[in-house]
């Protein structure tokens, strides 16, 4: 039977003992998401409390931290989403997220619109990936991309 949580606590301190398990045994997230049988932003997402996992990926989860049968049961339940309090973010990270959408936000909601019409993107039925490329003028870049099915407005 599928399970859903309605109070976040039971996860985030889930989501705190499975990073410090990570740290103790020195893993990466992909090695977390190999065992898990997805994607890494998808194993990342659920291990943080953002995602249910089926049950084979959450016993080899599990598994992998050194973390007991109840953890596992935890993570095969649906969360309530949403892992930012309210307010302008203070972590620098998410902050030059929030700072991106801030400034690039209405652009990308009428560049949507124009290409698609009147809908939303889904952050359900969904694809993440994160890439270091090199820059060719030095350094590094990072390339996101996030891939959402576009869901449009029905009139009833």
């Known amino acids: 039977?599928?399970?859903?949580?309605?109070?976040?606590?039971?996860?985030?301190?889930?989501?705190?003992?499975a990073v410090?398990?990570?740290?103790?045994?020195?893993?990466?997230?992909?090695?977390?998401?190999d065992a898990a049988g997805f994607s890494v932003a998808?194993?990342?997402?659920?291990?943080l409390g953002q995602h249910a996992l089926p049950e084979q990926s959450a016993k080899a989860v599990v598994e992998i931290l050194g973390l007991d049968d109840d953890a596992a049961l935890l993570l095969q339940t649906i969360p309530t989403r949403g892992s930012?309090?309210?307010?302008?973010?203070t972590d620098p990270t998410i902050y030059r997220f929030y700072e991106m959408l801030q400034v690039y936000g209405t652009t990308l909601k009428a560049l949507v619109h124009e290409e698609f019409g009147d809908g939303i993107i889904s952050a359900?039925?969904?694809?993440?990936?994160v890439k270091?490329?090199?820059?060719?003028?030095?350094g590094e870049r990072a390339v996101i991309?996030?891939?959402?099915?576009?869901?449009?407005?029905?009139?009833?």
């Not at 039971?10 to 003992?17: D, E, F, K, S, V």
């Not at 930012?84 to 973010?89: C, N, S």
């Not at 270091?132 to 030095?138: L, M, N």
């Open 132 to 138: 270091k490329v090199a820059d060719p003028e030095g």
């Open 124 to 129: 359900i039925n969904f694809k993440l990936d």
């Open 84 to 89: 930012i309090d309210g307010g302008i973010p």
């Open 145 to 156: 991309t996030l891939d959402g099915k576009y869901l449009p407005t029905k009139p009833f």
């Open 42 to 47: 998808f194993v990342t997402a659920a291990v």
């Open 20 to 33: 410090e398990a990570k740290l103790r045994k020195d893993l990466s997230w992909q090695q977390i998401a």
């Open 1 to 17: 039977m599928v399970h859903a949580q309605f109070d976040p606590t039971a996860r985030q301190t889930l989501a705190t003992t």
